[in-house]
């Protein structure tokens, strides 16, 4: 018997356009709630695309088709924008529904427009937020698995972490108080200055130096540079907890959807689409799957591995940072033989010339 997925449908809007001004986007489309959009404009669902990103074998290795992790990749202002163009906002300043003076439920006329504005420096620190806590859970997956994980990049994703989310407990004043004065509900997340606190005690103790009770009963002492391995453990711990903090501004509510009961994020997703990255990333940590940064030094994007042991994020990546390895190992050795070839041959033309 196939087992069929049912699922809620996420869309932040249908039809969506970005005007882009100097400090922020304007985000514009037709609003999701009405049967009238549906089929006339164009939509994207982040949460389909993530669960159908793995499967399409038929476009090669897939790692990085999925939108989350596309989030996470994009480096520059161009990718960020088309990424809010396919999606919706991340995390909207403000929005402005307008209903026309007719509604037509049955398919004809255009539904109502909603309008987001989207600060361009709150994206860009989402982004960053986003892909430091893929990268945290990259190295806790190493961790999980017996292999080394990079402690100072824990340490480093931890404190980026807690620098970037000090801005959360504001934006959700701004949206609780344009909740209120639209008469909507409140807001679905929650990240107070206590959640706040808690972050940045987790960056304190992953960079703790004092010994933990372990080092002291066994009388450890760490040479220079070194941890101990009470040390690692606590930067260890405290990087989980800092995933599920996040995780956990965004609970997920049960559905009855498709003739079965669902988890999924809260369906009010106008301020902005942030929910929804943030269940994925729940799932990527409770599944345990493969996150990995590409081998390729000049690359370093962010993937989901397809098989055990995965390096690069394609073959071509692969390829390149190969080739970089031979002639980094063989490259010295083939340029002092042809040093020696061209000094023999200048040694025997001088020769003759005498």
């Not at 074998?57 to 480096?75: C, D, I, M, Y």
């Not at 010295?332 to 200048?346: D, F, G, N, P, T």
Request: net charge positive; glycine share 8%; with cysteine.
């Amino acid at each position: 018997m196939i087992f069929v997925e049912h699922y809620p449908v996420f869309h932040w809007a249908f039809g969506i356009e970005v005007d882009h001004r100097p400090d922020c986007l304007f985000v514009g489309g037709y609003s999701p709630y009405w049967q009238s959009g549906r089929g006339r404009y164009s939509s994207w669902d982040l949460l389909a695309e993530f669960r159908k990103a793995p499967k399409d074998w038929s476009k090669g290795r897939t790692g990085k088709n999925s939108p989350h992790v596309q989030f996470a990749n994009a480096e520059t202002d161009d990718e960020l924008i088309a990424f809010v163009k396919r999606f919706g906002p991340v995390v909207a300043r403000s929005i402005r529904e307008t209903f026309p003076e007719e509604l037509n439920l049955e398919g004809e006329g255009d539904p109502p427009t909603i309008v987001a504005e989207q600060g361009m420096d709150e994206l860009r620190n989402e982004r960053i937020t986003y892909r430091s806590a893929l990268t945290l859970l990259s190295e806790l997956q190493l961790q999980e698995k017996d292999k080394k994980a990079d402690i100072e990049v824990i340490r480093d994703c931890i404190s980026r972490i807690a620098d970037k989310v000090s801005a959360w407990p504001q934006q959700w004043t701004r949206e609780q108080q344009a909740r209120v004065l639209n008469y909507a509900s409140p807001p679905s997340w929650q990240f107070n200055e206590a959640a706040l606190r808690g972050m940045q005690i987790y960056a304190s103790e992953a960079r703790s130096s004092r010994p933990s009770l372990g080092d002291r009963v066994a009388k450890v002492v760490p040479e220079a540079g070194n941890l101990t391995s009470g040390q690692i453990l606590r930067a260890i711990d405290a990087g989980h907890s800092a995933i599920c903090e996040l995780v956990n501004a965004f609970k997920p509510v049960v559905y009855r959807w498709g003739g079965v009961g669902v988890e999924g994020p809260h369906f009010d997703l106008c301020y902005g689409i942030r929910p929804l990255l943030y269940h994925i990333l729940r799932q990527e940590y409770l599944r345990r799957g493969g996150i990995a940064f590409c081998a390729n030094t000049r690359c370093n994007n962010v993937f989901n591995t397809e098989r055990a042991g995965q390096r690069f994020c394609s073959t071509e990546c692969s390829q390149q940072q190969r080739q970089r390895d031979y002639w980094a190992i063989s490259g010295k050795r083939k340029r002092e033989q042809r040093r020696k070839r061209e000094k023999a041959a200048a040694k025997k033309a001088a020769r003759k010339g005498q």
